[in-house]
């Protein structure tokens, strides 16, 4: 009896419904280690023992023997195996027979590709593979995969939903936080090259040198494992640090303290990545406080970086009081005039779309409109506008989106084209997630926003991965691969992200949220001191019609883009009706492809996002005991507040619709409570 006790209870432990808190992202040890693969690493660099070290730890016993190197080692060289093409950071795995022995070679260009090799391998191994028949050979199409926290000095993160920030600023230097070496193995495993630690609304003591010596400290944390950090630097700080009368980029004074500046973080950190700038947007000084231009002030930085090997990411976000009349317009017009100024060492960061990180914007027009400027993409992880940290909503496809609209600036050319440098032949490439990443145990505040920091990982390597295989390697690697289990979690991902578009406001409507925070729905505010702030700016909505007229007849924001795709936007009946709104401002009783008018098939999709959620629940339900309690249990809880939130969206919206084109609800449906 104590034996059959004795065993339940240990299946108890080892089963799924023991507690997991998610602390172990995707890089969850498999059940079925017994014991240490044979792994084995030529060459004595930091980053292969960590390559060597991440293979022993979760590689099941019975794996061929393993062996981790570099191509210039002179057995693997011996092999002439296809390392050319795959530059500093690609990687190939192979079966080849080495000194006699047939290994399985996890070998790169560098170190560091050997490490993304080794990541790749368990990937693939974790997605069911026989490690045995593994071939893999691959590099990433983007060079800088950075992420952008946006972590204040004080600990608090702008826009962050998952805790505190992650760097602990008090016992910074001297205390090397384990989680720093956890956070960087994490971000390794996907790829991610650079970390900017402090948010782009940034405060000049992060240029100190107590807090250069801070970032030192993170730096050699994460040096071995490839990743490199960046600082948001506040362009007025050499008024505020060193004390002169200006910030004018063009004053050689300023440059100077600039250049020493750089010097001096170089010093601490001899491989520092650069700097990103937000500069007159929202408050933030900049160049054009003094007359001068974006790309005087990005130059100035450039130089003073320059001589270190360093880069400099410009913010394209830039949206000024004086010109109400589109705030769309605004990145496009102040930027597409500068292609061509910017020195090579700089990058242009756009956002993925014109307003702001919305749950649905079209591809921002500057993609392809800056054939001499490397334009980084930035996208949020952090789901400011999606429900925070409590919705469930995968934003692998919300990326992809963007990443596969054709700008139409050349035939068949895309964002990702754009993006990677293929468009242009650009080398300095980047793509920039905010980061949404914190001190819960979870790292981003929910098990389901964990897939979309992945996500963004695997997107940077390849923009071209399809979403849907993505979050499917990422079911497997989290949830084990019981295929009822990845079935299920991929199915409600799907379509996560629409459901948001779909409770919130279909049909390219945007920013219809509550002022300040960003949470709930408050499309009725139309008090805020800046006109572009309002949600009625946005929406436009009378008793005739809803929407914002950028065509011709308005502000005519779609003749940024290329011909072709402006003249396809030109026309709502031409216009993708996922974007209708976004760009005209139509009647209510306007008929819909599906033959429905617009205030039906909106009201409809308040319905369907709704009714998603509680699909997801039940499908969530199906999976009670298949996955581990702790993690199971919060998400179950997570969704009902997603399920009652995004009712609170319909009915707030659909109330305040209602009462703005004084229509009935359609048939059938149930009214707001
Ligand atoms: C949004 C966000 C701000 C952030 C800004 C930016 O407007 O609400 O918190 O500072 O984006 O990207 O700079």
Redesign the pocket.
Known sequence: ALIVTLGVSWLAIAGPACADDGYDLWLRTPKAVAGPAAVTAIGDSATIRLAADALRRALPAGTPAVTVATAGDPQVAALRLPFAGLGDEGYLVRRVSLGGRQVLLVAGNSDRGALYGAFALLRAVGDGADAAAVTLRSAPKVKLRVLDH?DNLDGTV??GFAGQSLWDWWSLPDFDDPRYTDYARANASIGINGTVLNN??AKADSLTAPYIAKAAKLAAVFRPWGIKVYLSARFSAPIELGGLKTADPRDPAVAAWWKAKADEIYRAIPDFGGFLV?AN??GQPGPRDYGASHADGANMLAAAVRPHGGIVMWRA?VYAETDPEDRAKQAYSEFKPLDGKFADNVLVQVKNGAI?FQPREPFHPLFGAMPKTPLMIEFQITK?YLGFATHLAYLGPLFAETLHARTGRKPGETVADVVDGSAEGHRLTGMAGVANIGRDRDWSGSTFNQANWYAFGRLAWDPDLDPAAIAREWAGLTFGNDPQVIATTTAMMAGSREAVVDYTGAFGLAHLMATGH?YGPGPWVADLARPEWNPTYYHRADRGGIGFERGASGSDAIAQYAPSVARQLAKPETTPERELLWFHHVAWDRRMADGRTLWEDLVAHYDAGVAYVATMQSQWQSLRGKIDAERWQKTATYLSIQHREARWWRDASLAYWMSVNQRALPAGVAPPE
């Open positions: 946006w702008e826009r782009v609304n937000k947007s929202e976000f702001d400011e960003h």
